[in-house]
């Protein structure tokens, strides 16, 4: 698994961003909104694409371990829709896709997921939204964005970031013997 990100780009904080237009609503989520994106509780089959193991941790500044902390990711599918009724996209939804899930940090300030490796869609690069419960109570909102992709140099939202910002919210993946997609990303507050 690739390493922990925060050592390599030195503890800089993840920037906020924005959380775009579909981020779904309670009364737009999907009936089943845990960690594993991949396969809705009660289906056949599950989500097309590749599937993503999405390890990390929310820290502070310092580096410690913020536990209790509400994660959520949500995302387009395999065919760049998302699951919101206002997405627009021509493309069928896969409704095996869940395209949100939360969960909370464990105690040393560690979160998983299991979804799907993001792909683009007209006008952006693969990206996986992500929003942060801080300690104060407010959250913060980001986008995750795979390292090195070649759609992010012609992304407004990644270029804007600057290249602290640019390195502070790229996944580096790899495969997994199983053939599977992995990172793990620290996420600091």
């Known amino acids: 698994m690739p390493g922990w990100s925060a050592a390599a780009r030195g503890l800089t904080p993840i920037p906020p961003q924005t959380e775009g237009p579909f981020y779904p609503q309670p009364a737009d989520r999907p009936a089943d909104t845990d960690r594993d994106l991949v396969k809705i509780e009660g289906a056949v089959r599950e989500a097309g694409g590749e599937v993503l193991h999405l390890t990390g941790r929310v820290v502070g500044p310092g580096g410690k371990p913020l536990p209790g902390r509400a994660v959520e990711i949500w995302q387009c599918d395999a065919g760049g829709r998302y699951h919101h009724p206002r997405d627009g996209c021509a493309a069928e939804r896969d409704p095996a896709f869940q395209g949100f ?3 909370v940090t464990d ?4 979160f998983r997921f299991r ?3 993001p792909v683009p869609y007209p006008g ?13 109570g407010t959250w913060l909102t980001t986008q995750l964005y795979v390292a090195g992709d070649p759609g992010n140099a012609r ?3 990644f270029r804007r ?15 997994n013997a199983g053939g599977d997609w992995e990172t793990a990303i620290d996420i600091v507050l």
């Open 101 to 103: 899930g939360r969960t």
């Open 107 to 110: 105690g040393e300030g560690g």
């Open 115 to 117: 979804t799907i490796r």
């Open 124 to 136: 952006r690069t693969p990206h996986i939204h992500a929003r942060i419960a801080r300690p104060d």
């Open 155 to 157: 992304d407004w939202i």
């Open 161 to 175: 970031l600057g290249a602290r910002g640019q390195a502070a919210a790229s996944m580096e993946l790899a495969r």
